[in-house]
T-cell receptor, first 116, second 117 residues
């Protein structure tokens, strides 16, 4: 199984709503990532988890709250978002760059978020 | 900081002709370089990588890339383009953090490849 599964595929929410994006992988990867991608732009790194611990937060606003409940799951909790947060949110996983692993990232299909 | 640059916003190639999508890099230390492809409304698909060894790297769907240290380039190539190759292509470099931990990728701005029938 070489898939990263993201749900939901599409999400529309108001600025006062609370919602969550979910990501799951069963490749035994111990690193998981959230990226944000605006239309026709490159993905921008938001968060990195290593061994279920948050290791990188790229100065993301607190209205985005990541969570890694176990080594296979990654969530992104959303609250009080702004219209400019509308984007494609991509989850990825990889091996860590240890013991000769080259650590290419495997991406899910993304969750397209629209904030009204 | 690690970075990659893709100088072309768009590349147009006739079907059956060879294609090249350009990428240059700026890194400290040894580069870990990648190419990904993105079709409309889809996630990113891994094509190939350069870590060390042979400068010509072969990847998925008939793509290959040539690592050139003197020119700090990692151009993506294919001998004969297909209409189905039309997509958005990203060059990426592995970020570096101490201790070999997870770090993610930094992407170039992307190049739209359009293959004309």
């Amino acid at each position: 199984d070489t898939e990263v599964t993201q749900t939901p595929k599409h999400l529309v929410m108001g600025m006062t709503n609370k919602k969550s994006l979910k990501c799951e992988q069963h490749m035994g990867h111990r690193a998981m990532y959230w990226y944000k991608q605006k239309a026709k732009k490159p993905p921008e790194l938001m968060f990195v988890y290593s061994y279920e611990k948050l290791s990188i937060n790229e100065s993301v606003p607190s209205r985005f709250s990541p969570e890694c409940p176990n080594s296979s799951l990654l969530n992104l909790h959303l609250h009080a978002l702004q219209p400019e947060d509308s984007a494609l949110y991509l989850c990825a996983s990889s091996n860590l760059m240890l013991a000769g692993n080259t650590g290419e990232l495997f991406f899910g299909e993304g969750s397209r978020l629209t904030v009204l | 900081a690690q970075s990659v640059a893709q100088p072309e916003d768009q590349v147009n190639v006739a079907e059956g002709n060879p294609l090249t999508v350009k990428c240059t890099y700026s890194v400290s230390g040894n580069p870990y370089l990648f190419w990904y492809v993105q079709y409309p409304n889809r996630g990113l698909q891994f094509l190939l990588k350069y870590i060390t060894g042979d400068n010509l790297v072969k990847g998925s769907y008939g793509f290959e890339a040539e690592f050139n240290k003197s020119q700090t380039s990692f151009h993506l190539k294919k001998p004969s383009a297909l209409v189905s190759d039309s997509a958005l292509y990203f060059c990426a470099v592995r970020r570096i953090v101490s201790g070999g931990g997870a770090d993610g990728l930094t992407f170039g701005k992307g190049t739209h490849l359009i293959i004309q029938p």
